[in-house]
T-cell receptor
Framework: QKEVEQDPGPLSVPEGAIVSLNCTYS??????FMWYRQYSRKGPELLMY????GNKEDGRFTAQVDKSSKYISLFIRDSQPSDSATYLC????????????FGSGTRLSIRP | GAVVSQHPSWVICKSGTSVKIECRSL??????MFWYRQFPKQSLMLMAT?????????EQGVEKDKFLINHASLTLSTLTVTSAHPEDSSFYIC??????????FGQGTRLTVV
């Protein structure tokens, strides 16, 4: 079993739709949770960063962490074609500069 | 966030030659940098942790004699793929981790071995 599971997609939705991306994990030591966006042939770009359970909102993006269920989500409101990319969840245990474990990434396509 | 510059962005080399990839932290002194490899349509796999002034820590299954890492200063880490073979063709990405554990990535290097 992988430490982090993420549906690879592809996921295709119409412009303006709400997108829900999810990951599950098995290691209860994970405390820091991140979402990255990666365009083709580019390095990942940090979108959201959360610590412990709860919600965090930044513009059209909301990150949600449920540690009791070992489940994290990223919601994208009013999705735009420019949001089309691969979204990677990532997590690490409690320490600075520690190893980050990535999900496999979900390919998202927003149809105009 | 931290600015991470990776060079070159792409390289083609002949089988059996060596290739060096540089990763620079432009606005942050990084005692630790990370090197990842990403195959097409797959996630990032950590190869090694680069520690300034000491030996790198390699993940299981990564050949340390093939993937040489040098972290000569707080702003520069290099990855050298020695005696490269076609199966080493991949997307190599470095990252810098800040004290708050946020990680920032370089733009990646696409290596093609022919």
């Amino acid at each position: 079993q992988k430490e982090v599971e993420q549906d690879p997609g592809p996921l295709s939705v119409p412009e303006g739709a709400i997108v829900s991306l999810n990951c599950t994990y098995s290691n209860s030591a994970f405390q820091y949770f991140m979402w990255y966006r990666q365009y083709s042939r580019k390095g990942p770009e940090l979108l959201m960063y959360t610590y412990s359970s709860g919600n965090k909102e930044d513009g059209r993006f909301t990150a949600q962490v449920d540690k009791s269920s070992k489940y994290i989500s990223l919601f994208i409101r009013d999705s735009q074609p420019s949001d089309s990319a691969t979204y990677l969840c990532a997590m690490s245990p409690v320490s600075s500069a520690s190893k980050i474990i990535f999900g496999s990434g979900t390919r998202l396509s927003i149809r105009p | 966030g931290a600015v991470v510059s990776q060079h070159p962005s792409w390289v083609i080399c002949k089988s059996g030659t060596s290739v060096k990839i540089e990763c620079r932290s432009l606005d942050f002194q990084a005692t630790t940098m990370f090197w990842y490899r990403q195959f097409p349509k797959q996630s990032l796999m950590l190869m090694a942790t680069s520690n300034e002034g000491s030996k790198a820590t390699y993940e299981q299954g990564v050949e340390k004699d093939k993937f040489l890492i040098n972290h000569a200063s707080l702003t520069l880490s290099t990855l050298t793929v020695t005696s490269a073979h076609p199966e080493d063709s991949s997307f190599y990405i470095c990252s810098v981790s800040t004290p708050s554990t946020e990680a920032f990535f370089g733009q990646g290097t696409r290596l093609t071995v022919v």
